[in-house]
């Protein structure tokens, strides 16, 4: 019997050993970013983000290739938003410019999500008073949901109200996308700028 549990706990062990061993050989090269990490993704980082096609707040047709040439802080929101989307992105102002100041150069992106109203003149003016980098993207209504469906945002117009003044019901999430991987990481509003500043520079290191 005793010998019988020698070579059992013999095979447990080597199947430990293997497998750990597997797993520090193929499991860590998929993700390169798993030091990074703060979030975890229902289906994976590659079930969200993807092509896009907008306008910018210069009135030139642009894509995703064109606008993410470099670490690159989207936000989906609309010019109009009393106080979420103006503290949202003078966070992510303040976390570029830490970055900055450490060497990293990041772009922040306002995608609207409002097209009725934000017009490239509009986005710019809101852009400009932001952040001097910051890339403000409107479009048609079914160019702005095909971003908004790439990135699994949501957005929706409150009916009631005056229609000149209605506001819009949306997601709060930051988004990180690098030129060569795609989205990686997401960022809630609790995040402060000092740690997405941390977390945007481990990802840009790792790549």
Partial sequence: ?????????????????????????????DDVFADCRDSQIAGGAAA???????IDE??????????????????FGYTFCPDVCPTDN?????????????????TPVFISIDPERDTPEV??????????????????????KAAS???RTYYKKQDDGDPDYYLMDHSTFTYLVLPE???VEFFRRETTPEQMADTVACFADAG
């Fill in 1 to 29: 019997m005793t010998r019988t549990y020698a070579i059992l706990a013999a095979c447990v062990a080597a199947a430990f050993l293997i497998g750990s061993y597997a797993w520090s050989i193929l499991g860590k090269p």
């Fill in 48 to 54: 969200i983000g993807g092509p896009f096609t907008l």
């Fill in 58 to 75: 210069n009135g030139a047709t642009v894509t995703d290739a064109d606008i993410i040439t470099k670490p690159t802080l989207l936000y």
């Fill in 90 to 106: 003078a966070r992510n102002a303040e976390a570029v410019d830490l970055l900055e100041a450490r060497g990293y150069d990041v």
């Fill in 123 to 144: 986005l710019k003016e809101f852009t400009d008073y932001m952040h001097p980098r910051m890339i403000g993207l409107t479009g048609s209504p079914e160019q702005v």
């Fill in 149 to 151: 469906t790439a990135y």
């Fill in 181 to 183: 991987y795609g989205f």
